[in-house]
């Protein structure tokens, strides 16, 4: 991947979430075949990893087998605070 060169023009988080994706397509193969759903969803992806955001599990379907088990654990109107 050293050959790899990506020019970016600004430092914004869009610009350099494009300069991404544009790695990460071109890593996997798929700058000329990728199809729009895999542009956008990893376009949103690198967007949320730039602004440091939770990032964006793409496996929805390994969560969906897996469950949400922290949800029972709190009680509704619990934010976490400590209570006096």
């Avoid at 939770?54 to 496996?59: G, K, M, N, P, V």
Wanted: with cysteine.
């Amino acid at each position: 991947m050293s050959d790899v060169k990506i020019e970016i023009e600004g430092d914004s988080d869009t610009a350099v979430a494009l300069g991404l994706l544009r790695m990460i397509a071109r890593a996997e193969g798929k700058e000329d075949k990728g199809d729009r759903e895999w542009f956008l969803e990893t376009y949103a992806a690198c967007l949320a990893v730039v602004r440091d955001a939770a990032f964006l599990d793409l496996d929805e379907e390994e969560d969906e087998e897996e469950g949400d088990e922290d949800e029972d654990e709190m009680e509704p109107g619990d934010d976490g605070a400590p209570r006096n």
